[in-house]
């Protein structure tokens, strides 16, 4: 299988992900307190132990992108990654890198992520992360906050988690 059709086929789980009862399959809303960020109520996290090797990779993936470390965040991209944001869609790791990863790194560099909430699911190979967030920044002197939401869908392969599918969506808070 090509790198082209595995996306597709992994794109198209994180789709039907919704409606399979193991993908969502519900454990006490305490069990995963222990994973909680510093910062995030225990009850904002809802994420499975099997699933924090692939939450670990989202995580380094903001940290290295926030820090402008390129590498890292190709590293972390499966060569075929698909990116959605605004409306628009980058279709590989090198397009992305290429184009946004400049200008997503440098508007990240000055801002401060809080998170909210965040889910993972994982169904063998493959985990979805949601998380939810306040972006604190400072555009033209002035305090902006942006309410974001990120999915991320990754694979496991030889090399470790791999992130294959991101979209992100976001607006100025009110």
């Given amino acids: 299988m090509n790198t ?3 996306t597709r086929s992994l794109l198209l789980a994180a789709l039907i992900a919704p409606f399979s009862l193991q993908a969502f399959a519900q454990t006490k809303p305490d069990a995963h307190a222990q994973h909680a960020k510093p910062g995030v109520a ?8 099997d699933a924090l090797p692939a939450v670990e990779i989202v995580d380094q993936f903001g940290k290295a992108l926030a820090s402008g470390d390129l590498k890292t965040v190709g590293d972390l991209l499966d060569p075929a990654v698909l990116i959605l944001e605004s409306g628009g869609a980058e279709r590989s790791r090198d397009e992305y890198l290429g184009h946004h990863a400049i200008a997503d790194a440098a ?8 998170i909210k909430r965040r889910i993972a699911r994982i169904s063998g190979e493959t985990t ?10 400072t555009k033209d002197g002035k305090a902006t906050t942006t309410l974001s939401t990120e999915t991320m869908v990754l694979n496991r392969t030889p ?7 991101i979209h992100w969506s976001s607006r100025t808070k009110r």
């Fill in 107 to 114: 508007f990240l560099k000055g801002a401060h992520q809080q």
């Fill in 128 to 137: 979805w992360v949601g998380t939810e967030s306040e972006l604190h920044a």
């Fill in 42 to 49: 225990a009850s904002a996290m809802d994420v499975p132990q």
């Fill in 159 to 165: 090399q470790g988690w791999r992130i294959v599918h």
């Fill in 4 to 6: 082209k059709t595995m």
